[in-house]
């Protein structure tokens, strides 16, 4: 079969083919199954949190459970009401995963190392303009939120999708404000380049003000709590994934938690200095992967802290606070830079 | 402003406080079906009636806890007691003592009515079953602790628990 596909391709890239398609497996497959792993930190970390256990019947320490879940979810009977959009009701959960896996395509997480008199970098794609292809994807996935709310044809998804994306497009500006601090420092979009810049000092102490807008935005951007508002389930019963069950729903999960895989790296590459290890002698991956975990614990930590927001709040916190700091700190840091 | 901008972070950084002490503290959690809790002492479970120190039966078939019943669950009928046949001290003895435990509210008046502390409610309180049948209470039942009482502590003054 290799052959057959092969023999379209230019002899001298071919190497560069193979090496491409081993890699776009190996993130899917992988950030896929982080997926149920997040789950069940979560859920511990959530039990803990709350003094309490947490699942553990399962397996031990509870480890089974989200393939139990899984299972569960994979064999439940899908429904689909009658007055949906069939095609865009279909579309929108992938929508959802295509996007927040191809996000995480330019993330690198880690350096690159020489196979067979290949040099293979550990990242997807090593893009001139990293930052802006994740913001431009990560922007891409409102769209599968919108979809999911507008073929549902139910007021409570309708509300639950224009939520999404009114949030997300206001706090699409602070996240890109406060990273644009960090580029002016850096001169470059490649995400590559922005760590290497940090093998001396990661940027959170260069740039503190900007490390906490970005992250406050990016859990805003994930539709984590205390920014879940698109699925509030007090005044919108699960927002614009009410109507999806079985393995739809899974998906809608998946994706926000392949998304807040993608939040954590990203603030791990532009503010704690990627892979880099500052002394401590561990592996810059483990490096990488260490900074991640501890970011993710912490999104868990603040959704089982803080209460929601309200709405009219959100705006307003987004516009007239966020977006007001950001500005600020780029004009000083340019100022800085310039001078 | 920027005073209550302060003070707000420092709200958020203590509510993240409460909850990092929460993580390190032992979860509250008793993992039930392996590990039961231990039931307040005057806890209102199943009903158990009572045997003397010679191990005859205290009940003396005077009905007065059917009759004190509000929801009428206890059914007793008196037979009297011969030289042959003693099985309680007093003159007479309940031939027939059934209460139905789905009916009765589990208010303790017929263990209040009692004047030979025979009828009591004890901690049981795992009282499911697959079968209604099995809900009637029958002596049988109810007389499964053997003498001496070892029922309750310091309430009844002869009774003691033996599980603790």
Redesign the interface.
Known sequence: MWDDVLQFIDPALQPEFIIGTVKAVVIAVGLLSVVPGLVWLERR?M???????GPNRVGPLGLGQPFADSIKLLFKESIIQSSADKFLYHLAPAVVVFTAIVTFAVIPFGGSFTVFEQEIGLWGANVNSGILFVFAISGMGIYGMVLAGLASNNKYSLMGGLRSSAQMISYELALGLSALSVIVLTGSLNLIDLVESQKNLPYILVQPLAFLLFFVAGIAETNRAPFDLPEAEQELVAGFHTEYTGMKFAMFFMGEYVNMVTMSALVTLLFLGGWNTYGIPVWPIIAFSGKVFFLLCVFI??R???PRLRYDRLMTFGWKVLLPLCLLNLLITAVIKVL | MIQGAIAGVKN?LI??G???K??V?K???I?YPEVKRTMPERYRGRHFLNRDENGLERCVGCSLCSINCPVGCIHVVSAENTEENRVSPGERYAAVYEINLLRCIYCGYCEEACPVDAVVLREHYELADYDRDKYIATKEDLLVYPEPNQFRVNILGNTERTNK
Do not use: D, H, K
């Open positions: 970390l039990g803990r949190f709350q003094v309490r256990l930590w603040l089982s802290t803080f | 958020l509510g993240m409460v909850t990092f929460n993580m503290t979860p509250v959690t993992q």
